[in-house]
């Protein structure tokens, strides 16, 4: 694994050299596509990109965990989880970029 990160300002830079749009115009297009991401996910819908994946919002119930260190149980209290869901076509894409013998 490579270890490298792409950033909001990378993303941003390359809509800017893309979409030949302002800095600045690319900056806000990117929060306002971020911002409606994660309202979305906020009302606990599902965000569909075409040739992406999913994203959705999962809820866990409660339940029994131990420590590991200790052994004691200790309750874990419900939540939400957001999960990713890659499409076919970028599952395609990642397996088709790694080399032969890699695993």
Do not use: H
């Not at 994660?38 to 119930?61: N, P, Q, Y």
């Not at 939540?79 to 080399?99: C, D, G, T, W």
Request: overall charge positive.
């Amino acid at each position: 694994m490579s270890g490298r990160t792409i950033t909001r300002a990378q993303l941003s830079e390359a809509v800017y050299q893309e979409v030949g749009l302002s800095r600045n115009e690319s900056a806000d297009l990117l929060e306002s596509v971020l911002s409606m991401v994660t309202e979305a996910l906020g009302k606990d819908e599902t965000v569909k990109i075409s040739s992406f994946g999913s994203f959705s919002v999962r809820k866990k119930g409660e339940r029994i965990g131990r420590n590991p260190k200790t052994g004691v149980e200790v309750p874990i209290l419900p939540r939400k989880v957001l999960v990713f869901r890659p499409s076919q076509v970028m599952k395609a894409r990642i397996n088709a970029k790694r080399s032969p013998g890699s695993s």
